[in-house]
């Protein structure tokens, strides 16, 4: 069975940082995209950044130049170094990993969610 999950949550004030870790664990061929969403109370889940397995990244607009995403393909895990936090980041945070799990089969796994909060 594939599980991922988040570590690395908290409560930080605003101005600081945090670094977020996700790991994919189970049994599986191998790892493409991994990325990190967000939702905020009454918010849509969205994209944070995301990586892919050559290390290609893309961020959302709000958090450009002061996210930094990156995985270790070694160890399965993806990390999000968070700065410059800001009370607007306050949210739960998701791991997403798209996984091969067959020759032909790839899956989208959720870790359970990290609780951020950026108090000002």
């Known amino acids: 069975q594939v599980q991922v999950a988040e570590s690395g949550g908290g409560l930080v004030q605003a101005g600081g940082s945090l670094r977020l870790s996700c790991a994919a664990s189970g049994r599986f061929f191998s790892i493409n995209a991994m990325g990190w969403y967000r939702q905020a109370p009454g918010k849509q889940r969205e994209l944070v950044a995301g990586?892919?397995?050559?290390?290609?990244?893309n961020y959302g607009d709000s958090v450009k130049g002061r996210f930094t995403i990156s995985r270790d393909n070694a160890k399965n895990t993806v990390y999000l170094q968070m700065n410059s936090l800001k009370s607007e980041d306050t949210a739960v945070y998701y791991c997403?990993?798209?996984?091969?799990?067959?020759?032909?089969?790839?899956?989208?796994?959720w870790g359970q969610g990290t609780q951020v909060t950026v108090s000002s």
């Open positions: 997403n990993a798209v996984i091969r799990v067959g020759v032909l089969d790839h899956y989208d796994y």
């Open positions: 990586i892919t397995s050559g290390g290609s990244t």
